[in-house]
């Protein structure tokens, strides 16, 4: 077949594609980052994702793969992939203009009979449905009869997007057994898993509620991680241990750095129309208050805090996106409170303050970024009395400290 990816340049657009062209369809990636465009055309990929230098390099040879800026190539396209960013506002509403300025203006004029559009982006419930409406009102064209339009939302894992594209089941939401079988047959072609049909709404609700899961379920975590912390106990020695065979149980480890580009704003689409979503609500405060608390507990060991180090600035462990990390909630409260800051992270093509590394700088070191590469840290290096907080376990998982803030010497 013949596919157009909007967004294409993204973390999840660009994986989306090069599944596509690895499953011998021809695809036109579409972004409007013109330096983005040249960069992959020339097979360079921006970001960290296993395996996609290798399947870009291979399609783009094969002439399969192409990345444009023009998207009259929609025309041609049997399938058009929509994944476009779905933001909150600086009040946490849902801005969906995006999407609708591309389907008005975009997607409108250039769409064709019998073509299947896929939604991919992460919405606020019912969005597909004024999508269909936008649609049908600017073309006349029927959905189920003359276009197929459904919501096949993405759930994968930045950095492996590409293998749980082709592997996790897919849910489609889609309007009627004519759409869900027109999509079914297009993600068989590269999805090895199960088709399961929902409703659009039944889809949009259950992509928010699988990032809400997992969001709810950190805040549970850093919650019993402060419960711990006034008990003076060691909450991931705790956690395996209930964790442990048992099947009613499976609660992580706490984290000061819960966020990212869907976990930080997922929740606020669910929010919107319920008088009732305290829980959720709740989750917010806490994982967001995170670099406030850890602050706090830092001065509690050494009121005079001149100096800090964070290691890491992207939102989860040896990946290199730094949306709406907490890293830079965390660089904020150390100089609100008057600490000269130092931020690294190797992975990360953001400009960052680059350390001076003068070893006796440093007043307190915050682990924000558990990234692999940081192992090989010699923390001798480091003063004896420097407060380490390092609520991940990174460096002191044989040492069996109770809270993960602690004086360096403790664990040397």
Same mark, same amino acid.
């Given at each position: ?18 599944? =596509? ?13 013109? /330096?983005?465009?040249?960069? &992959? ?23 399969? &793969? ?15 992939? $929509? ?15 995006? &999407? ?10 250039? $769409? ?39 919501? =096949?939302? #993405? ?6 997007? $590409?293998?749980?594209? #082709? ?16 999509? /079914? ?8 898993? #199960? ?33 711990? /912390? ?11 241990? $209930? ?18 580009? =869907? ?47 964070? &290691? ?21 409260? =150390? ?78």
């Amino acid at each position: 077949m013949n596919v157009t990816v909007i967004g294409a340049g993204g973390h999840v657009g660009l994986p989306f594609s090069l599944v =596509c062209a690895k499953a011998g369809h021809k695809v036109w990636g579409v972004d409007v980052n013109e /330096e983005l465009i040249l960069l &992959l055309n020339e097979g360079e990929v921006p970001y960290i994702e296993h395996g996609a230098k290798e399947l870009l390099s291979k399609h783009l040879e094969e002439g399969n &793969l192409e990345f444009t800026v023009n998207s009259s190539f929609i025309k041609q396209s049997d399938v058009v992939a $929509i994944m476009l960013g779905t933001p909150v506002d600086h009040e946490n509403n849902p801005r969906l203009d995006f &999407l609708f300025n591309f389907v008005d203006y975009t997607l409108v004029p250039f $769409i064709k009979k019998d073509q299947l559009i896929l939604l991919r982006s992460t919405v606020s419930p019912g969005t597909t449905e004024l999508v269909r409406d936008r649609i049908e009102r600017k073309t006349g064209l029927r959905e189920g009869v003359n276009f197929f339009l459904v919501f =096949c939302p #993405e759930r994968v894992l930045q950095t492996k997007s $590409i293998e749980e594209t #082709e592997t996790l089941p897919q849910i489609i939401g889609a309007f009627s057994e004519i759409s869900f079988h027109v999509a /079914e047959v297009f993600n068989n072609t590269y999805n090895k898993s #199960e088709q399961i049909h929902l409703t659009p709404r039944e889809a949009e609700i259950g992509k928010l509620m699988t990032n809400m899961y997992r969001y709810v379920t950190f805040a549970l975590a850093n919650e019993f991680w402060m419960i711990g /912390e006034k008990q003076g106990v060691n909450i991931e020695r705790v956690t395996k241990a $209930i964790n442990k065979d048992y099947k009613r149980m499976d609660l992580p480890l706490p984290g000061p750095n819960v966020g990212g580009p =869907c976990l930080f704003k997922d929740g606020r689409f669910l929010l919107s129309d319920i008088p009732f979503g305290d829980l959720i609500q709740t989750s917010f405060l806490i994982n967001e208050g995170m670099p406030d608390y850890i602050f706090n507990r830092i001065r509690g060991l050494q009121p005079t805090i001149k100096k800090v180090l964070i &290691l890491g600035a992207a939102f989860k462990a040896n990946c290199d996106d730094t949306r709406n990390s907490l890293a830079f909630k965390m660089k904020k409260v =150390c100089e609100r409170n008057g600490a000269e800051v130092d931020m690294i992270d190797p992975l990360s093509d953001k400009p960052l303050s680059a350390p001076k590394f003068s070893n006796s700088d440093y007043d307190a070191i915050i682990v924000m970024t558990p990234h692999d590469v940081f192992k090989i840290a010699d923390l001798t290096l480091y003063r004896k009395d420097c407060i380490m907080a390092d609520v991940w376990k990174f460096f002191d998982q044989s040492k069996n400290t109770q809270s993960g803030i602690y004086k360096l010497g403790d664990i040397l």
